[in-house]
C-alpha cells in the first residue's frame, strides 16, 4: 500500500538518516538504536521505547518493511502499512527517527548507524540480538528493557479474533 495522496513520510530516507545520525554523534549526543515491527502500537512498546529513550539523547528505530513483516510474521501481517507505523511511531515524543530495513533482521543498518546503545525488549537473550556483537566492538552496550507482561501484538489479534 503506498502513501495516501496528502500525507508525508514519517521516516527517513536511509542516506538522509545516516546524514543526521552523524550531525548528532558529531555533537556528542548518544544514539540508541531499537527496531522491530509495531504492526499494533500498545503499552508494553510504548514503556520499551520511552525507556530506550532514557539511555541516550536521540531514539532511533529500525521498522520493518512490509515485506519484512510477511516474511517475519506470515501472510497476515503487517495489519498496518509501513508508512502508517512509521507515522504512529513518529508521533511518539521520545522518538527523533525511524528508518525502514528490508532484512530479516536489522543488522547491516545497526552497522551503519553506528549507536551507542542496542536496546531491546526484556524477552530478548543478548545472544540473540542482532546486532549485539558489533555495537559491542565499537565500545557500546546492549541493554534489555523490562518487558511489559500480558501485552503484545500477537496476544491482541488473538482477543480480537475471539471477539469475531
Not at 499494533?40 to 530506550?52: K, M, S, T, Y
Not at 551507542?116 to 540480538?129: C, P, R, S, Y
Request: glycine share 8%; proline share 4%.
Amino acid at each position: 500500500m503506498s502513501i495516501p495522496d496528502g500525507l508525508s513520510a514519517s521516516y527517513a530516507p536511509l542516506d538522509k538518516a545516516l546524514q543526521q545520525i552523524e550531525t548528532w554523534q558529531s555533537a556528542g549526543e548518544q544514539i540508541v538504536f531499537t527496531n522491530g515491527c509495531f504492526d499494533l502500537i500498545h503499552v508494553g512498546h510504548v514503556r520499551c521505547l520511552q525507556n530506550a529513550k532514557r539511555l541516550g539523547t536521540r531514539l532511533v528505530i529500525g521498522l520493518n518493511t512490509d515485506r519484512s513483516v510477511r516474511h517475519l510474521k506470515g501472510g497476515q501481517r503487517p495489519v498496518q502499512p509501513e508508512w502508517a507505523r512509521a507515522e504512529v511511531l513518529m508521533a511518539l515524543s521520545c522518538v527523533d527517527l525511524v528508518i525502514l530495513f528490508d532484512e530479516a533482521t536489522p543488522e547491516k543498518l545497526i552497522e551503519q548507524v553506528r549507536p551507542q546503545v542496542l536496546a531491546k525488549g526484556g524477552d530478548w537473550q543478548e545472544d540473540q540480538i542482532a546486532g549485539a556483537k558489533f555495537v559491542k566492538s565499537i565500545g557500546g552496550q546492549v541493554a534489555l528493557i523490562p518487558f511489559v507482561d500480558g501485552f503484545s501484538t500477537t496476544e491482541t489479534l488473538s482477543k480480537l479474533r475471539d471477539l469475531e
